[in-house]
């Protein structure tokens, strides 16, 4: 067990006494690119971060659940009981739908969590919470989910999140924290979830920057997005009048035959999703033959269509990604995650790595008042099980 998963041990036994049952941890996640594809069938480009969520768990004979985080304080309820708005709901909604499939029993149990991801910034803080809880429930008792396990953990998750917390995710978020590979970003085609590890090379660095924009995806805008692709997606199956599983299906020289069939906003929102899958394709395969320049190009086009067609960037995100495109080795930068807000990834030459984050920050600073937070990242290990 490494240090913090040992203090998040201590932390649970001085919270409820007494030693946990099972100890786990899982990583937050960037997204490279492919932005609001995976609802849409399409293909995503992310990477797990290195910060991370570690829980401690340890099953009750009854069915309390009592939680105690060192970022959020203490929270109680029933197994059974309807979601509360709170954060224990993603433990419970893992717990209920484990013990749904017979996989755990249907039991309370106590909870230590902490984490060093930033909340709410749109690194996927709610995945790895649901992931970690995952992997200690399945410990406790007496399960370590194989790796072939693990992409229908991140169904599960997914569907916890949406059935029982009531946010419509996508499958992006929890199959990157459980499924990716150390030191590699992840490729998945979210229709088919057919996945592959694409290494990234030394000379990139990646910086994080956050807008400090909070957003919530309760706040509705995601799920009007969803709402707005299903609608350009109706309008397309009807104006060429084939089976169009999902806006991923239509061909980039479809898009001019629907101009008529689709209304503006419908037509944006698909627009993005066609050029975002191309893009994706663009980006790894200038990454594999070391065409920096084209992959760091691929990341501005991507915040480019997110903030003009799927309009879900904000003057705060569009700041960072703007300035720094005028700053010695930046090779690309895009809003990551949902939008809204939250968080921009820049990648830089490495030879630049340093001076990059001290000038953009400035920058930022010159414009908004405030020093946004900012860190370095290297793609990080998986989910896992440390004790037992
Ligand atoms: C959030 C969702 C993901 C995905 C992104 C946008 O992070 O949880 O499923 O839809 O937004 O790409």
Known sequence: MDGRAAEVSRRFEGAFGGEPAAVARAPGRVNLIGEHTDYNGGLVLPLAVDRDTRVALRPRADTRVLGFSRERGASESELAAPPASDWLDYARGVARLLADAGRIPARGFELCVETDLPQGAGLSSSA???????????????????????????????RAEAEFVGVPCGIMDPFTVLCSDAGAALWLDCASLESRPVALP??????????????????????????ECERALGGARAALARPLASLSELAPEELAGLERA??????????????????????AAAL???????????????????????????????????????????????????????CTVHAVEAAHATGFAPALAERFRARFGRTPRHWRTAAAAPAELLAP
């Not at 194989?146 to 997914?158: G, N, T, V, Y």
């Not at 030394?202 to 009007?224: H, K, P, T």
């Not at 080795?329 to 995650?337: H, I, K, P, S």
């Open 262 to 283: 689709l209304d503006p906003v419908a037509l944006r929102r698909a627009r993005h999703v066609v050029t975002e899958n191309r893009r994706v394709r663009a980006f």
């Open 288 to 342: 594999t033959r070391g065409d920096l320049a084209a992959a760091g190009a691929a990341l501005f086009a991507s915040h480019a269509s997110l903030r003009d067609d799927y309009a879900v960037s904000c003057a705060e995100s569009d700041a960072l990604v703007s300035e720094s495109r005028a700053l010695a080795g930046c090779l690309g930068a895009r809003m990551t995650g949902a939008g809204f807000g939250g």
């Open 202 to 227: 030394d000379s990139l660095a990646l910086w994080i920057f956050d807008s400090g924009v909070e957003r919530s995806l309760r706040s509705g805008a995601y799920a009007e997005r969803r709402a």
């Open 128 to 158: 790895a919470f649901e992931a970690a809880v995952a992997l200690a429930l399945l410990g406790a008792a007496g399960v370590t989910a194989q790796r072939a396990d693990r992409p229908e953990l991140a169904r599960l998750c997914q």
